[in-house]
Nanobody, 125 residues
Framework: QVRLVESGGGSVQAGGSLRLSCAAS????????MGWFRQAPGKERDWVAF???????GVKDSVKGRFTISRDAAKNTLYLQMNSLKPEDTAMYSC???????????????????WGQGMMVTVSS
């Protein structure tokens, strides 16, 4: 059984930092396309950052230079370091894993089979 357990969300002032963690069990994070997604109130869920099995990473343009995705194979955990946070980063953040491929070819949420429970990140101005 696959489980993705997130931690690290919360409230922070603009300009602050948070590090989100996603501890995986039942799958090996370095063998799957893993992603961080967010859904702001009234908006659709969208990808924020991804890391492929081989280690290719990417981040959305709106967070480039501020967010970094990484993983720790020994801990089987995915991370999202978020710096210089802005009020528009306020959203529910979730980690997700592709089931069938280590490559991140399609970042639509419906391509990811496994999801964490989600956690709120609130950035105040």
């Amino acid at each position: 059984q696959v489980r993705l357990v997130e931690s690290g969300g919360g409230s922070v002032q603009a300009g602050g930092s948070l590090r989100l963690s996603c501890a995986a069990s039942g799958l090996i994070v370095s063998r799957h396309c893993m992603g961080w997604f967010r859904q702001a109130p009234g908006k659709e869920r969208d990808w924020v950052a991804f890391i492929s099995g081989p280690g290719t990473t990417g981040v959305k343009d709106s967070v480039k230079g501020r967010f970094t995705i990484s993983r720790d194979a020994a801990k089987n955990t995915l991370y999202l370091q978020m710096n210089s946070l802005k009020p528009e980063d306020t959203a529910m953040y979730s980690c997700a894993a592709e089931r069938t491929t280590p490559y991140c070819r399609n970042l639509a949420p419906n391509q990811f089979e496994y999801w964490g429970q989600g956690m709120m990140v609130t950035v105040s101005s």
